[in-house]
């Protein structure tokens, strides 16, 4: 029989019995079997009762431990202290890590205690943190295993509308290709009010489920309600150049760069759009010169290929351009 299944079978005095009483040794073998069966209820109970009895060893092992599985037990001693907001971020983090253990399984991220207290700003950013490291979460196990954060969000966004809570919630669903709930987070933002936080939400669902056209109406909106942030209008720019319609993104990032006049991603975009309109090569220059500033590699990237298809263009040049698509 594994550690693990040990922690799961048997009470407390069974695992310290196995560990010879360590209370830190019982604390790594608990959480070890809590991320081996995150909705196994046994390992959470002794848990719970090692905690009562010997919480400083407790919370010292699992501290100087740092592992994920630690990091989720951390998360449910986070939980018994009735820090709500900071377990769901804890296990935001280590989710984030690892979506291939189903932590949100655990039977306190259900508990009708927790969904009835953890705040909307909280869970916002235990959203954002699952989405930290750029795991793909577009696909049907994912769905399933990330469910019991879709009923979080659905719960605690009737509970605590916060606009710009709900439109930073609607991030999660989108990556899981939950489109309904991320645009269902944004009607119940804009019920109580509409921010531009919302509509950019709903404008990058509309455009990562390929309609461009939604999207731009929503980058518009979003406009409408902050007409000074400069992000935006590349935001929109970017649609636009997906389009196809290099005039109107050119146009945009002008209009963006009287608000940002030394934003790097602006320029870069400003030449690489004009350079695909018009084949200006001092416009071509100007990318390769700004290419290493660009701090997202993909995007410069796209920039430099989008360049690099403008007219007349002197081949080397491009080869140039295209050496700078290596950072």
Do not use: K
């Not at 202290?81 to 971020?89: I, L, P, S």
């Not at 189903?102 to 909307?120: K, T």
């Not at 700003?121 to 879709?150: I, K």
């Amino acid at each position: 029989m594994s550690n693990e299944s040990v922690a799961a079978e048997v009470g407390l005095a069974g695992v310290m019995a196995h560990c010879g009483g360590s209370p830190a040794r019982a604390a790594r073998l608990l959480a070890r079997a809590m991320a081996s069966a995150p909705s196994a209820p046994e390992p959470y109970a002794a848990l719970a009762e090692l905690w009562q009895d010997r919480r400083p060893e407790l919370e010292e092992s699992l501290h100087r431990d740092g592992s994920a599985s630690a990091v989720s037990a951390q998360a449910y001693l986070l939980f018994l202290e009735g820090d709500m907001d900071n377990a769901v971020m804890a296990l935001g983090s280590v989710t984030g890590v690892r979506p291939d253990v189903a932590w949100c399984a655990a039977p306190w991220f259900g508990d009708e205690r927790f969904l009835g207290a953890v705040s909307a700003a909280a869970l916002a950013e235990a959203c954002l943190r699952t989405l930290d490291h750029g795991h793909d979460l577009d696909a049907d196990e994912m769905r399933e295993r990330f469910a019991p954060w879709f009923h979080a969000l659905v719960v605690v966004s009737e509970r605590v509308p916060v606009p710009e809570s709900l439109a930073a919630m609607a991030r999660l669903p989108r990556a899981c290709g939950r489109y309904g709930l991320s645009f269902m987070l944004c009607d119940r933002a804009d019920a109580v009010e509409r921010v531009m936080w919302t509509a950019v939400a709903r404008a990058a669902t509309w455009r990562r489920m390929g309609d461009l056209d939604q999207a731009v109406a929503a980058f518009e909106d979003a406009l409408l309600l902050d007409s000074a942030n400069w992000s935006l209008y590349l935001d929109l720019a970017d649609v636009r150049a997906e389009q196809g319609d290099f005039a109107a993104a050119a146009n945009l990032v002008e209009q963006g760069l009287r608000h940002g006049p030394h934003e790097v991603t602006l320029r870069a975009a400003g030449a690489a759009y004009r350079t695909r309109l018009a084949g200006s090569s001092d416009d071509l220059r100007a990318l390769i010169t700004l290419a290493p500033e660009i701090a997202d590699p993909t995007y410069r990237n796209l920039l430099i290929d989008y360049a690099c298809a403008g007219p007349r263009l002197p081949q080397e040049l491009v080869a140039e351009a295209h050496l700078a698509r290596r950072g």
